[in-house]
């Protein structure tokens, strides 16, 4: 693998989604894990057709990081640090953290921008658009959140801080009222 051309995939997966759920349940990583596998079948082939080696880079939205991003990130941190002069351990933190970082911004921008273009399009007063957003996560996850025996609490806020009903509503019943 050394001296081939690498394509890194990077994906960031729900483990909370029907799909994943479905699959390989609530542990910890297995997400992560099934998007790798996905990312290989959808291009190993293509990668190999060019020489290239194929690296997922899978991560979960609550991030837990695949197996196989964990091994490449160890093996780069390992170079890093040679020519750095420091340790592995630091040169890992670095990389996770400039990932991570990236990530949070990339994320906080895409939600920004969607949820923006849902105020200006949908013409809603403030909360409707929330409300209509829990409905509708409602009507994907009731049935296999009570199959599991779990509560469907949706906790959605609008660009512009507007909570939804049961957003409001889980804040009061712990005592907490959301930051505007």
Same mark, same amino acid.
């Given at each position: ?11 960031? *997966? ?9 699959? *390989? ?156």
């Amino acid at each position: 693998m050394i001296g081939k051309p690498a394509a890194f995939d990077l994906t960031v *997966v729900s483990p909370l989604n029907s799909t994943t759920l479905n699959e *390989v349940g609530a542990r910890s990583g297995s997400a992560a894990g099934m998007a790798e596998v996905c990312k290989h079948n959808a291009n190993d082939a293509k990668c190999t057709e060019l020489g290239w080696v194929c690296i997922s880079l899978a991560v979960e939205t609550y991030g837990c990081w695949g197996v196989e991003v964990q091994g490449s990130i160890s093996r780069l941190a390992a170079h890093l640090a040679l020519q750095l002069q420091c340790s592995k351990s630091k040169a890992i933190t670095s990389i996770y953290q400039r990932l991570n970082l990236t990530l949070v911004h990339c994320n906080a921008r895409a939600l920004l921008s969607r949820a923006r273009f849902q105020h200006s399009v949908s013409g809603l007063a403030a909360g409707q658009a929330a409300r209509a957003t829990e409905q509708r996560k409602h009507d994907e996850n009731d049935a296999k959140c009570k199959e599991l025996g779990w509560i469907c609490v949706p906790m959605v806020v609008e660009a512009y801080r507007a909570w939804g009903t049961e957003a409001m509503e889980s804040f009061s019943l712990l005592g907490l009222s959301p930051c505007n």
